[in-house]
């Protein structure tokens, strides 16, 4: 399969590095990256060691069977532009928040897929990305049921050695991550802490307390997502990814615009029941991005 990933950061490079060894694989991302995938290939290192030879970029070749998008939730709309000339068949979306996918489907003629992703990543250098943990990737209709492009997209990546889950209930599976991202990532990036904080002490019941409000915002919004399935899948992902650093973390401290907008934002701008706690982790998000001209 002809396969473009835009937004080959982190993420997007291991995703693409993987799938590289079975199908026609294209990074599109910034240089350095770009040009020392071009000249050595990618070098997959931590739970994952491997060199794979994708093609790399920084434009979108002409033409793609799939494109997977996972450029921060506030590029979207430039990356659907980009992708337009491509023409792809299938778009995945693994991008944080929601609303991507509306988004890529407003510009875009294909067939548009919703997805998660567990995987961690951490571009270590041009050329190499560290596999922090392997996970799995999910994906399915953004509408939810059944899909043959989801199905063909799923298959691609099984083929690429990539655990894959292909799933009918997408919406509700996108409202958890959403519970899980509003739990973990402004808390940790506010106190500066890894996420193996929210086990325990002072932040943990706020983290538990922003996914209970996003469960009652997507019940509210007709989606079935009980509190308890919010704060498990939350303590879940803070278990196994204890040492890590949320991305929103890293962007503060690269002093960089952050997703809040996509993830505890995007739960006050569904709301129609209180919703405090992400209501406060916003502003005080948004304040630090302000004082720092990043908005």
């Known amino acids: 399969m002809q396969v473009v990933v835009f937004g080959a950061g982190s993420l997007g490079s291991l995703i693409g590095g993987l799938l590289a060894d079975e199908h026609d694989v294209t990074l599109v991302g910034r240089e350095p990256h770009v040009g020392a995938v071009r000249e050595r290939g990618l070098e997959i290192t931590g739970e994952i060691e491997t060199t794979t030879r994708p093609d790399a970029a920084t434009t979108v070749p002409g033409s793609a069977e799939l494109a997977i998008v996972t450029v921060k939730s506030y590029d979207t709309a430039e990356a659907a532009r980009a992708l337009w000339a491509a023409d ?11 609303g991507n996918e509306e988004t890529l489907a407003g510009t875009l003629n294909g067939t548009v897929l919703a997805g998660t992703c567990t995987y961690g990543a951490r571009l270590v250098e ?11 990737v999910t994906l399915g209709s953004r509408s939810g049921g059944r899909s043959d492009a989801a199905e063909r997209t799923g ?9 894959t889950t292909v799933a009918t209930d997408m919406p509700r599976r996108l409202w958890e991550k959403l519970a899980i991202n509003a739990g973990i990532n402004a808390i940790t990036a506010l106190a500066r802490v890894e996420n193996g904080a929210l086990r325990d002490g002072p932040a943990s019941e706020i983290a538990a307390r922003a996914a209970r409000e996003v469960a009652r915002v997507a019940r509210a919004s007709g989606i079935d997502l009980a509190d ?19 991305s929103m973390y890293q962007d503060l401290v690269a002093e960089r615009r952050t997703e809040i ?3 505890n934002g995007a739960v006050i701008e569904r709301a129609s029941v209180p919703v405090p706690v992400n209501e406060t982790l916003t502003g005080l998000v948004r304040a630090w991005e302000r ?4 908005r």
């Open 88 to 98: 792809p068949d299938v778009v995945l979306s693994l991008q944080n928040g929601l």
């Open 126 to 136: 041009p050329g190499v990305v560290e596999c922090t943990g392997v996970g799995t």
């Open 155 to 163: 298959s691609a990546f099984e083929r690429g050695g990539i655990d």
């Open 228 to 246: 308890e399935r919010a704060v498990s899948a939350l303590e879940g992902v803070v278990e196994t990814t204890a040492p890590n650093r949320s």
């Open 261 to 263: 907008d996509a993830i």
């Open 291 to 294: 004082e720092r001209n990043v």
